[in-house]
């Protein structure tokens, strides 16, 4: 029997979810195929530690039609919380991710098929994929009326399924967060000194969780950071475009762009004489960074490269030009090493082509409201409701020097897509700018009119310009490149690309 959809969409996780949920929003005749390997929704989540929670308000996360964080009155009279701090749990995600499929599944939108694989190299003929269980027994071809979806270009990367990249002594104890949560919960003695690998945001759950949870003493935790990052402060009023401001108003410099963010309360760090060095947006809370300060014991001499065994202690080694750092042999070590979304992958185009599309982040994290507009994008471009012809104004500024500047008549809307929405480039410093520009493509693409994203936007429970009171910029922003575009080392096509998308925006000042 052959399968028919109109997308075909590979990856149950965040970022398909909320791509799908928004596409169903817009066009909800539309019939979807969801192909995952995991047995059931929710991506990383499935596999995840037992005590992570969002390290961002759930109010923020997920899909745009249906709140996470469940009802606003009950959450204050019954459990006494405000919305906005409520973090989702594991259990929490699962559900929520689970009863959005299962609705779709049951209203007939959306086919689901858990563990089955999908080979992205297959040779595609006459639009029918291919996809197979993962135990071998059956194989399912499907006709793709409009696009195959890829929704796991972004799959976070976690200990439990990432063992460590360095060699590790037979004899030494190292446990996964997830191992860890199973010999608390089962009630079995584990050890009585703790060395925490890592210094992202598995580390700073694992290290809350052994004091609050496990009543580990701090003077019993040690910490290996290989490098101190900036965090924002979850309390603080950072959101996805506080950074790249930052880094504008700052003439692009790092260190002055994160000072005066942690001035101003949005960036946080775990010792004040420490310097951090990156910002890869991790969410902390006050609570949490004061338990992170009261572990005294924190080793930073880069990263590990292998752990021995020895007579008397165990020693972690950094390289040949740093110095050995001895502990105990009864030490538990906590793998919290994984490169987490940061998987070391290249960077995707996004609308590859008219059959094909990837779901890359277009704006910094939470990943949700990257994937909701990826999904409003699509939904315009297949009302016809796209303003293709500024589009090809655009991508005639960018290219003013080249000669294909003069053959944009030809372009597709997809190809004017894929040379306009770019990937967010969240560690290069050269595309820090990335997420600001995204947003007012976003506004200046998605219809003629810009107040059509804007006021969409405003209405998505998903994007910061939902809360009361909070502002876009883009006209602003695009105005401030513009001025201070050269000395940033923008090249003059982009500059001109920005003077169009500048008067385009002109509209939405003050907004």
């Not at 990856?11 to 791509?19: L, T």
């Not at 006050?286 to 001499?301: A, F, P, S, Y």
């Not at 090809?392 to 000669?403: D, F």
């Not at 910061?464 to 876009?472: A, D, E, R, T, V």
Request: one cysteine or more; charged letters at 25%; aromatic letters at 10%.
């Amino acid at each position: 029997m052959l399968l028919k959809c109109d997308y075909l969409v590979i990856g149950s996780g965040a970022a398909s979810m909320a791509f799908i949920d928004t596409l169903l929003t817009e066009i909800p005749s539309t019939k979807l195929i969801l192909v995952d390997q995991k047995q059931a929704p929710g991506g990383h989540w499935v596999d995840s530690y037992g005590y992570v929670h969002l390290h961002q308000p759930s109010v923020l996360y997920g899909i745009a039609s249906r709140q996470l964080e469940g009802n606003w009155l009950k959450s204050v009279l019954l459990k006494r919380q405000l919305p906005w701090n409520h973090r989702a749990s594991k259990k929490e995600i699962l559900t929520y991710f689970n009863d959005f499929v299962k609705d779709k599944v049951a209203n007939g939108q959306l086919e689901y098929y858990p563990s089955c694989k999908y080979d992205f190299g297959q040779e595609v003929s006459d639009n029918i994929h291919s996809f197979s269980a993962l135990d071998g027994k059956k194989t399912y071809s499907v006709k793709v009326q409009a696009k195959l979806v890829n929704g796991v270009i972004g799959e976070c990367l976690i200990p439990s399924q990432c063992p460590v990249q360095f060699p590790i002594d037979e004899g030494i104890k190292l446990l996964t967060p997830n191992e860890l949560f199973d010999s608390h919960t089962a009630k079995r003695p584990v050890a009585k000194n703790y060395v925490v690998l890592g210094a992202g945001k598995t580390a700073i759950d694992t290290i809350v969780y052994l004091q609050k949870n496990m009543g580990v003493k701090p003077e019993d935790v040690s910490w290996v950071i290989s490098r101190d990052v900036w965090m924002l402060a979850r309390e603080g009023s950072g959101g996805p475009w506080v950074w790249p401001q930052a880094l504008l108003q700052h003439n692009g410099d790092f260190n002055k762009a994160a000072f005066s963010l942690e001035e101003a309360g949005s960036f946080a760090r775990v010792d004040k004489d420490v310097t951090p060095t990156a910002f890869k947006f991790p969410v902390v809370g006050k609570d949490e960074l004061k338990l992170l300060r009261m572990i005294q014991n924190k080793v930073r001499r880069g990263r590990v490269t292998a752990i021995r065994l020895n007579e008397d202690s165990a020693s972690l080694e950094f390289g040949t030009h740093q110095d050995t750092w001895l502990t105990s042999k009864d030490s538990m070590f906590i793998h919290c090493t994984s490169p987490g979304p940061f998987n070391g992958r290249g960077y995707f185009d996004a609308f590859i082509s008219d059959k094909e599309m990837n779901l890359p982040l277009l704006f910094a994290p939470p990943v949700s409201l990257s994937m909701s507009c990826m999904g409003f994008l699509e939904s315009a471009r297949s009302k016809g409701k796209l303003d293709i012809e500024f589009g090809k104004k655009l991508i005639e500024a960018k290219n003013i020097n080249q000669m294909e500047s003069t053959r944009t008549t030809t372009l597709e809307e997809n190809e004017v897509l894929r040379l306009l929405i770019q990937e967010v480039e969240l560690l290069d410093t050269a595309g820090q700018f990335d997420s600001i520009l995204n947003l007012a493509l976003f506004l200046c693409l998605v219809d003629l009119d810009p107040y059509v994203g804007y006021n969409w936007l405003k209405n998505n429970r998903l994007s910061f310009l939902s809360i009361p009171g909070s502002k876009s910029k883009t006209y602003e922003n695009m105005k401030s490149l513009v001025s201070d575009g050269k000395s940033l080392g923008i090249s003059e096509g982009k500059l001109r690309m920005f003077e169009l998308l500048r008067d385009k925006l002109e509209c939405l000042n003050g907004k």
